[in-house]
């Protein structure tokens, strides 16, 4: 059964930096249609941030960056000068459906357990 595992969660101060991965198990990263970072803070619904086809939710553009690692089977979400408001769980989503419509308007077929991120002002 195919698996996606989250890490690099951590705490950081505001304007620090952390990088987060998700490594694909027993599925290919090239067999995705669209890849995508999402977070969930407590007590809100799940958001998508970053996208594999380069759109990323208005509240971190130019802060985050989305990359992808085939030759690792991984997609990595690197971000930059962090806000307390980016404090949530992190999930990685694959979805490996044709004709599914744009990245942000899916449903995705895979997601992970996540990786919680605290920003400390």
């Known amino acids: 059964q195919a698996q996606l595992v989250e890490s690099g969660g951590g705490s950081v101060e505001a304007g620090g930096s952390l990088k987060l991965s998700c490594k694909f198990h027993r599925l290919y990263t090239a067999s995705a249609v669209c890849l995508a970072w999402f977070r969930q803070a407590p007590g809100k619904r799940r958001v998508g941030v970053a996208y594999?086809?380069?759109m990323y939710a208005d509240s971190v553009r130019g802060r985050f960056t989305l990359t992808l690692d085939h030759r690792e089977n991984a997609v990595n979400l690197q971000m930059d000068n962090e806000k307390p408001e980016d404090s949530a769980m992190y999930y990685c989503e694959a979805d490996l459906k044709i004709g599914g419509g744009s990245c942000r308007a899916r449903e995705y077929d895979y997601w992970g357990q996540g990786t919680q991120v605290t920003v400390s002002s």
């Open positions: 594999g086809d380069g």
